[in-house]
């Protein structure tokens, strides 16, 4: 497979693989259109990376709850997404007052499994900030292993897919993959 070797952060090491344009990112759904507040600054004056982290993780758990795993899915339907692996790149820096909005979607799925991704997109130079991948496995709450997703929320999510990132973001979403079965004896729940 062809790489990319460069000096240049925003550009892919490894499979060339295009990072989302800044419209392609603006497509998708927006979790949070803010500036950056004074309790997001570190001692370099910019965003802290924990600030980043945790704005890109939450908007594609939110447009879950908002496509039909909503506040009371863990304790009607005994059910949750697990947090198996995630990918962040940091792209360009944040600094006070600058605004900037958080945008997600999903790039593919299994029965058990859903790859998402976040995005932070600088609203002040046009460009990205930040692009987070994370791999979620379906579970039930108790039995604590991998269950497939509920139909409705499955056709909800593949709804999803097939009007936000048709095309570009499997393809942007390359620090992930997903995989049908764990490998043995890795101690991970199986997709």
């Known amino acids: 497979m062809p790489t990319r070797r460069t000096s240049d952060p925003t550009a892919s090491v490894g499979p060339v693989n295009a990072l989302p344009t800044v419209e392609q990112a603006l497509s998708l759904p927006a979790a949070f259109d803010q500036v950056v507040s004074e309790d997001f600054i570190d001692e370099n ?12 993780t939450w908007a594609p758990w939110l447009r879950m709850v908002e496509l039909g795993m909503g506040e009371d899915y863990i304790a009607t339907r005994g059910m949750s997404f697990f947090t198996t692996e995630h990918q962040i790149r940091y792209l360009a ?13 999903f790039a593919g799925r299994t029965a058990k ?19 987070l991948e994370v791999m979620y496995v ?48 890795s101690g991970t729940l199986p997709a």
Not at 45 to 56: C, K, S, V, W
Not at 97 to 103: C, I, L, T
């Open 45 to 56: 004056g910019h965003m802290n990376i924990t600030d980043y982290f945790r704005l890109a």
């Open 93 to 105: 820096e944040l600094r006070l007052g600058e605004r900037f909005s958080v945008h997600s979607g």
């Open 113 to 131: 499994a859903l790859h998402a991704v976040g995005v932070v997109v600088d609203r002040e130079h046009h460009r990205l900030a930040c692009v």
């Open 138 to 185: 379906h579970v039930s709450m108790a039995e604590r292993r991998s269950t497939p997703i509920p139909d409705d929320l499955a056709a909800a999510l593949d709804a999803e897919m097939a009007v936000h990132g048709v095309g570009w973001l499997p393809a942007a979403a390359h620090g992930l993959t997903l995989h049908r079965t764990a490998p043995a004896g």
